[in-house]
């Protein structure tokens, strides 16, 4: 009944395996073979080979070939999908493959976006199968960006697969604008106001593009910044200038200007009045 029911199903095609040395390609075209299987129902191992091969191109298909005759003479069996993913293995899997990736997962930074981090991860780990979970969830948080592990921690991850659902939901979350809404809450709770806000975008200082903008923001500062005015004649609420008591003022200076005249005045008649005398005195009688 089962067999009945994935005959009537549509399984997509696998795709194929041309031969080339990469443990990636290898490993999925294994996998979606297996799974290829799986959805046909298919048990016969003989059958599992046969099939198998008929999706291999390029290279793989001489290698192929190669052992094909082998067989036919006798010098060794592929009868099992086991075997045959031991001995294409053999001939295309890249040597110290676990070894490399392992040394690539400790070079691996997250530098970039965190998708592709997380991808370039996720290969690595699929070449290493000996390692634990306890190991690749300790790789994956210390080699993330500062902000990203922290948030990890917050939340107490302890599996791989819950920390890789949460930083990429952390995929669009901008490091720079982060920064920027800091700085803006910091100017805020410093005196700086909507108009900071609202000033955010403007362009830098400098731009002959927006003398507009620039001169808005000008205008907008000191329209913002009104000096305390007091006059330094009474101390009132005005400048000296429009001061009612500068008349008053004004007149007693006039006064005092007129009375200083007047004493010098009255110096000068008094010291030409001496120098009279003095030379009277030196003056021989006739």
Not at 191 to 196: I, K
Not at 205 to 229: L, M, Y
Not at 233 to 239: K, R, T
Request: glycine fraction near 6%; proline fraction near 4%; charged fraction near 35%.
């Amino acid at each position: 009944m089962a067999t009945q029911e994935a005959s009537r199903v549509e399984v997509p095609k696998p795709h194929g395996f041309s031969g080339k040395r990469d443990a990636k390609e290898l490993d999925n075209f294994l996998w979606h073979m297996k799974r290829y299987f799986e959805a046909i129902a298919l048990t016969d191992e003989a059958a599992k080979v046969r099939i198998a091969t008929l999706y291999l191109t390029d290279t793989a298909t001489l290698w192929w070939r190669r052992r094909f005759a082998d067989m036919e003479k006798g010098i060794c069996t592929i009868e099992t999908w086991e075997d045959f993913k031991k001995e294409i293995k053999r001939q295309f899997y890249p040597e110290d493959v676990a070894y490399l990736a392992r040394k690539n997962m400790r070079r691996l930074k997250h530098t970039g976006s965190i998708r592709e981090y997380v991808k370039e991860f996720s290969s690595l780990m699929l070449e290493i199968p000996n390692m634990t979970q306890e190991e690749l969830l300790f790789n994956f948080m210390d080699n993330l960006q500062g902000w990203a592990e922290q948030e990890l921690r917050r939340r107490g991850v302890q599996d791989l697969a819950t920390a890789m659902a949460i930083v990429e939901s952390l995929a669009d979350y901008k490091r720079g604008d982060s920064s920027k809404i800091e700085s803006l809450e910091d100017n805020h709770a410093m005196g700086g106001g909507d108009e900071d806000l609202m000033d955010h975008n403007a362009p830098k200082k400098g731009s002959s593009k927006t003398p507009n903008v620039q001169e808005g923001r000008g205008k907008a500062a000191r329209k913002e910044f009104t000096p305390k005015i007091k006059c330094f004649l009474c101390d009132g609420p005005h400048w000296a200038r429009d001061c009612p008591k500068r008349k008053a003022l004004s007149a007693m200076i006039e006064e005092r200007k007129q009375e200083d005249e007047a004493h010098m005045g009255s110096m000068q008649l008094l010291g030409a009045s001496n120098s009279t005398r003095s030379l009277a005195r030196l003056r021989p009688p006739y």
